[in-house]
């Protein structure tokens, strides 16, 4: 893991540097293999109290293994973004970089928010913390880009009907535009693997 990515020197300096606060629930999601990379992903959905300075919501995990004789590791990136709710605070207010984020997000081909700056050709993606999450994070971008045709063209447009693990690149709009939202500027990956 490169620690600097998130914002901290080491490791050591992260919430993984100490015994994590009690969860409450444990629930396997999905088994992902990828033939090409020798590698399979375990999927999880973990909750815990909100207590703690623990999330309030469960959030979803991954265990990866490049070999079947390897236990499973845990994608600490991945997992320290969804333990300290990094998307939901980057969508909260602007900020000037981009950021690049490992999410679950379905994507919708309308956008129903007026206050976005010409609504009518957008497109949503919405974020969640786990499958069947009703509180998500809508991000926002055009409908008239590669990007859009990528998403609806990858596994027959899958995502337009069920939450996928995503490895995304967000940024705030320009303020030149109006109203500034959050929007869609690269799928990195359609997995948690860039």
């Known amino acids: 893991i490169d620690a600097g990515k998130l914002g901290y020197n080491t490791i050591a300096q992260t919430i993984l540097a100490r ?40 959030v979803t995990i991954l265990l990866h293994s490049w070999h079947p004789s390897e236990p499973p590791r845990l994608h600490a990136e991945a997992f320290l973004q969804s333990y300290r709710r990094s998307v939901e605070r980057f969508a909260a207010s602007p900020v000037d970089e981009p950021q690049s984020f490992f999410v679950l997000a379905s994507c919708v081909p309308r956008c129903f928010d007026s206050n976005i700056p010409n609504a009518n050709e957008k497109a949503t993606l919405k974020i969640v913390s786990f499958p069947r999450d009703n509180s998500e994070t809508a991000v926002f971008f055009s409908r008239n880009t590669e990007l859009y045709e990528t998403i609806k063209s990858y596994q ?9 693990a995503l490895t995304v690149t967000l940024q705030w709009s320009d303020p030149s535009e109006g109203n500034r939202y959050p929007e869609l500027i690269k799928i990195d990956s359609f997995d948690w693997h860039p």
């Open 156 to 164: 027959n447009g899958a995502i337009m009907s069920r939450p996928m």
């Open 19 to 58: 015994p994590l606060p009690p969860y409450s629930s444990i629930h396997p999601d999905k088994v992902a293999l990828d033939s090409e990379e020798n590698r399979t992903d375990y999927y999880y959905l973990i909750g815990w109290d909100g207590d703690q300075n623990s999330p309030p919501e469960p």
